[in-house]
DNA sequence: CGCAGAAAGTGGCATATGCCACTAATTGCA
DNA sequence: TGCAATTAGTGGCATATGCCACTTTCTGCG
């Protein structure tokens, strides 16, 4: 029960996620910087690179993350001349989202870097171990949470 | 193979914690909002609650997190009087924390709040493997990662 | 047809995190 | 003793994320 008290070492799930994205976020970042790219960032450039010209509703889902998060995050890489955005042809609220050919090549160079960090990674961890420990993440990721009874309906 | 393309669904490592740590945390974000804490300050309060008026630096350490980035953390619970801070009588250039009596009280409410969501949590995916996957986390926050060879020195 | 309500994004505001350049203190020697 | 190197934080800048209030479009119906 001491434990409870270890430095770093939290009974929250959530505190223990945060602590150990930031630590591997840091790690891939490193090993992403010669791109020049966050590990973010090559995350949403690769989902939109696996993705058909997505709508921005559909990346923000696929990633889970707040549509509005996603369009802040997404502006500095337009700036940057990687993503372009255009109309979709039937719905006018729709905004969809594709690489740039540059965005593409940015990617292509990222994939490089990123494939080291995540070799790595794995030798440490063994590759069944990380691809378990992923689809537990996705498991996760797609539990149905809820707060008890926000609301008595009686 | 064909999974790379499975919407959501990225081999990479770390934006599949990325993408949990999102979920997760707008799911004990939105449990604490009762007591207008966030997740994280939730977590930083614990954990300057369980050690005794740590300094920055451990804090940061324990954490995982960046010292400035601690710094800019504590910021808002400072100002609205949660913590407060301290030169060490021994050292000057370290910075003692503290929960101020509110900031317990308020800590002591937030516990309250995040034990739902955490009971929650760990009703859907069992306490144990809830146990396991934070073993796990802590297991990769652990680890000595490294890029490979920076510096060739042959 | 016309309007109420839903759906998709945007912008503003606030916190979360990191890196870098700097400042202030301490320490470790020569 | 005295200065170089190290250690602890700070401030500025940039990205990461969310929530909320709004605007623009669409949709579903009466």
């Given at each position: 029960m001491t434990d409870l008290q270890q430095p770093g070492f939290?009974?929250?799930?959530?505190?223990?996620?945060?602590r150990t994205a930031r630590r591997l976020g840091r790690f891939?970042?490193?090993?992403?910087?010669?791109?020049?790219?966050?590990?973010?960032?090559?995350?949403?450039?690769?989902?939109?690179?696996?993705?058909?010209?997505p709508a921005m509703g559909a990346i923000a889902e696929a990633?889970?993350?707040?549509?509005?998060?996603?369009?802040?995050?997404?502006?500095?890489?337009?700036?940057?001349?990687?993503?372009?955005?255009?109309?979709?042809?039937?719905?006018?609220?729709?905004?969809?989202?594709?690489?740039?050919?540059?965005?593409?090549?940015?990617?292509?160079?990222?994939?490089?870097?990123?494939?080291?960090?995540?070799?790595?990674?794995?030798?440490?961890?063994?590759?069944?171990?990380?691809?378990?420990?992923?689809?537990?993440?996705?498991?996760?990721?797609?539990?149905?949470?809820?707060?008890?009874?926000?609301?008595?309906?009686?």
């Amino acid at each position: 029960m001491t434990d409870l008290q270890q430095p770093g070492f939290s009974r929250c799930n959530n505190a223990t996620l945060r602590r150990t994205a930031r630590r591997l976020g840091r790690f891939y970042d490193e090993a992403l910087a010669p791109s020049g790219l966050k590990g973010t960032q090559f995350g949403l450039l690769f989902q939109i690179s696996v993705s058909g010209e997505p709508a921005m509703g559909a990346i923000a889902e696929a990633l889970i993350m707040d549509l509005s998060a996603l369009g802040h995050t997404l502006k500095p890489l337009v700036r940057d001349g990687y993503v372009e955005t255009f109309p979709d042809k039937d719905d006018r609220r729709v905004k969809r989202v594709r690489l740039t050919p540059v965005g593409q090549a940015k990617l292509d160079e990222a994939i490089k870097l990123w494939s080291v960090a995540q070799q790595q990674f794995e030798a440490r961890i063994g590759t069944e171990q990380a691809a378990k420990l992923r689809a537990t993440l996705d498991g996760v990721a797609a539990l149905d949470l809820e707060m008890p009874a926000a609301a008595p309906s009686r």
